[in-house]
């Protein structure tokens, strides 16, 4: 079993809609959680971190941890065409240790 | 200022021969580490350098990987002789020392083996 699960999609929604993007977990040591985008031949940007469980909110985007249920999401709000990427979550027992575990990624197509 | 640089961008080489990757990280970063993302998998950690010194080399998959940080400046990543297993996308990520520092990826190189 993957440390990490990842739907892979491909996920395509209409331009303004929410997006909700998942991932489950099965190691308890994690406690930071992290979002990247990647763009196609880029490398993964950081877009998110959360420590532990809660919420946390950036513009467009909402970063939600259930450490009980070792699931993390993200939405993104009115999806623009630009938010077209590869959305891979990652994790790791703590920040500043960055041997990541990455998922799978789901890659999202935002059609205009 | 100039994010981490990774070449070449693609290399295609023959199974048995030698390959060797290159990563300049952002300027003053201390911190350099290696991942892989073979297709249809996702990116698994490889190792981690502090400086100069291997903090962490777990993830390396064999001995025709070998890793290098001379000077804690840039990386090289070589694998000889290279298998067909070992294709893939090589990121290299780079952050300064400290917590809650953030993680910066390079484009990766692409490697094909055939």
């Known amino acids: 079993q993957k440390e990490v699960e990842q739907d892979p999609g491909p996920l395509s929604v209409p331009e303004g809609a929410i997006v909700s993007l998942n991932c489950t977990y099965s190691?308890?040591?994690?406690?930071?959680f992290m979002w990247y985008r990647q763009y196609s031949r880029k490398g993964p940007e950081l877009l998110m971190y959360?420590?532990?469980?809660g919420n946390k909110e950036d513009g467009r985007f909402t970063a939600q941890v259930d450490k009980s249920s070792k699931y993390i999401s993200l939405f993104i709000r009115d999806s623009q065409p630009s938010d077209s990427a590869t959305y891979l979550c990652?994790?790791?027992?703590?920040?500043?240790?960055?041997?990541?575990?990455f998922g799978t990624g789901t890659r999202l197509t935002i059609i205009p | 200022e100039a994010g981490v640089t990774q070449f070449p961008s693609h290399s295609v080489i023959e199974k048995g021969q030698t390959v060797t990757l290159r990563c300049d990280p952002i300027?003053?970063?201390?911190?350099l580490y290696w991942y892989r993302r073979v297709m249809g998998k996702e990116i698994k950690f490889l190792l981690h350098?502090?400086?100069?010194?291997?903090?962490?080399e777990s993830g390396m998959p064999n001995n025709r990987f070998l890793a290098e940080r001379t000077g804690g400046t840039y990386s090289t990543l070589k694998v000889q002789p290279a298998e067909l297993e070992d294709s893939g996308v090589y990121f290299c990520?780079?952050?300064?020392?400290?917590?809650?520092?953030?993680?910066?990826f390079g484009s990766g190189t692409q490697l094909s083996v055939l």
């Open positions: 350098f502090v400086k100069e010194s291997k903090q962490d």
């Open positions: 990652a994790m790791s027992p703590n920040f500043g240790n960055e041997k990541l575990t």
């Open positions: 300027s003053g970063h201390d911190n």
């Open positions: 190691n308890s040591a994690f406690q930071y």
């Open positions: 959360t420590y532990s469980s």
């Open positions: 990520a780079s952050s300064p020392l400290g917590p809650d520092e953030k993680l910066f």
